[in-house]
C-alpha cells in the first residue's frame, strides 16, 4: 500500500475541497425521511452531478469521470471533512450500482445509471421480509412467469428510502420447489406500479425513513432482471459486499465524527473521556488505513468477498462509540445537541442494518477463519 498520491490525485482533492467550499449548503439540510428534506438534498444530488462529482469512479457515458478507487476515497475524505449533506442517493449509486455495472446488460445500464447519478431516481432497498432481516435466505415473496414476465407477491418491510424513492430493488423466488439461497431472482421495479403499495413506518421521532413494501401481482418485464433468472443469489451477494465493505461507509465519513469529537474532548477536563476519545479517533483513523489496503487490494484484482463482514462490525461498532463518547462529552446538555444525538441514534442501526453484526461475526468466524460451524 503506498499513500503516496500523483498529482493528478493533489489536483482532484483541491478541486473538490474548492467546489464544496463554494457549494457546500452553510447549515445542515432538513432530514431526507420527511418530503422536504428530501427534495432538497435530490437537488444537491444533481448539483454533484452537474460538477461530475457525485459518481466521480463510474465511466464517463453514466455521468462518472472514470476514477479509480483512490480518487473516490479522496472526494469521500473531502466530502465528509466539509460537512456536506448526506447522500439520499446512496442504495442506489453505492449499492445498487457497482452490482448493475457487473451483472447489467448495456441496455440496462444505459437506462438506469445516468438517472441514477442525477437522483432523477432514486432507489430503495427491497430486501428484508417480516420473516427475514439478516438470513435473507429465507425469504418468501415469489415471482410467476407471466408472459414476457413476472408476477410479483409478497412483502418486503424496512426498505430504506422507499417512501419518496422512485425505483425498488429486490430479491423474489423465482422457482417455487426451491430452497434457502436457490432459485431466487433479482428484480428492478417502479415503486409506482400498478399492484404496488407503499406503507410509511414511523420512527419515534415521526419521521418516515422506512416502509413496508406490498407486492400483489405486480408485472415486472423481462428486461428488469439483473444477472439472470435464478441467479438472484449470487448478484445480491455483490450488492452485500458492497454494503458491508467498502462503499457504503468510506472512513472520510468516520473520520470528520472523530475529528470534531476531538475538539469536543479538548474543552473537557475528564481526562478518561480524553483518552477514550484519543482511542476512537486511532481506532477511525485506523479504518481509514484498512480501507486503503483494502483498495490496494481491490486494485490488483483481489475481490473483499466474506472479509466485508469485518469492515461492517468494525464501521458500524465505531460509529456508535464516537456518539456514545461525544454524548457523555456534552454532559447534561447532550439531549439538546441535535447533531449528535442524531448521529446518535441513527449509529445504533448500524449493529443491525446491513446484516446484524451477530450473523457478521457467524460469517467471519466460518468463511474468513475457516472455524468449524
Do not use: C
Not at 41 to 64: D, F, I, K, T
Not at 163 to 171: M, Q
Not at 326 to 343: E, T
Not at 344 to 364: D, H, K, M, S, V
Amino acid at each position: 500500500m503506498d499513500l503516496t498520491f500523483t498529482p493528478a490525485q493533489e489536483a482532484l482533492r483541491a478541486e473538490v475541497r474548492e467546489w464544496l467550499a463554494a457549494n457546500a449548503p452553510a447549515a445542515p439540510l432538513p432530514s431526507m425521511d420527511t418530503a422536504e428534506g428530501f427534495a432538497r438534498h435530490r437537488a444537491w444530488e444533481r448539483r454533484l452531478a452537474e460538477a461530475r462529482l457525485s459518481v466521480l469512479s463510474w465511466p464517463a457515458e453514466y455521468g462518472g469521470r472514470a476514477a479509480g478507487l483512490v480518487e473516490w476515497l479522496i472526494f469521500e475524505e473531502e466530502y465528509w471533512a466539509a460537512g456536506a449533506p448526506g447522500r439520499v442517493s446512496q442504495n442506489g449509486i453505492f449499492l445498487l450500482a457497482p452490482t448493475l455495472l457487473h451483472y447489467g446488460t448495456p441496455e440496462q445500464k444505459a437506462r438506469f445509471l445516468p438517472k441514477m447519478a442525477t437522483a432523477e431516481e432514486v432507489w430503495a432497498q427491497a430486501w428484508s421480509e417480516p420473516e427475514a432481516g439478516s438470513d435473507l435466505a429465507s425469504l418468501r415473496a415469489t415471482a410467476t412467469p407471466d408472459g414476457d414476465g413476472w408476477r410479483l407477491n409478497g412483502q418486503k418491510t424496512w426498505s430504506s428510502r422507499a417512501v419518496f424513492a422512485d425505483w425498488g430493488f429486490g430479491l423474489f423466488r423465482s422457482d417455487p420447489e426451491s430452497q434457502r439461497h436457490h432459485g431466487l431472482t433479482y428484480y428492478l421495479f417502479p415503486l409506482d406500479a400498478p399492484g404496488l403499495t407503499v406503507r410509511p413506518i414511523a420512527q419515534l421521532d415521526g419521521e418516515t425513513g422506512f416502509a413496508e413494501i406490498f407486492f400483489d401481482d405486480v408485472y415486472v418485464p423481462a428486461a428488469q432482471v439483473l444477472g439472470g433468472v435464478g441467479e438472484g443469489w449470487n448478484v445480491a451477494m455483490a450488492t452485500t459486499s458492497s454494503e458491508r465493505g467498502l462503499t457504503l461507509r468510506s472512513p472520510g465519513r468516520f473520520m470528520a465524527v472523530a475529528d470534531r469529537l476531538l475538539a469536543l474532548a479538548r474543552a473537557s477536563d475528564d481526562q478518561t473521556l480524553q483518552d477514550a476519545a484519543i482511542r476512537a479517533w486511532l481506532d477511525a483513523d485506523a479504518y481509514r488505513l484498512h480501507t486503503w489496503a483494502a483498495v490496494a487490494r481491490l486494485e490488483e484484482g483481489v475481490e473483499l468477498g466474506p472479509a466485508s463482514s469485518l469492515m461492517k462490525v468494525f464501521w458500524s461498532e465505531l460509529d456508535l462509540r464516537l456518539h456514545e463518547l461525544a454524548l457523555a462529552l456534552r454532559g447534561p446538555d447532550a439531549a439538546l445537541a441535535d447533531r449528535w444525538m442524531d448521529g446518535f441514534l441513527f449509529a445504533l442501526a448500524g449493529p443491525i442494518y446491513a446484516g446484524t453484526n451477530e450473523i457478521q461475526r457467524n460469517i467471519i468466524a466460518e468463511r474468513v477463519l475457516g472455524l468449524p460451524r
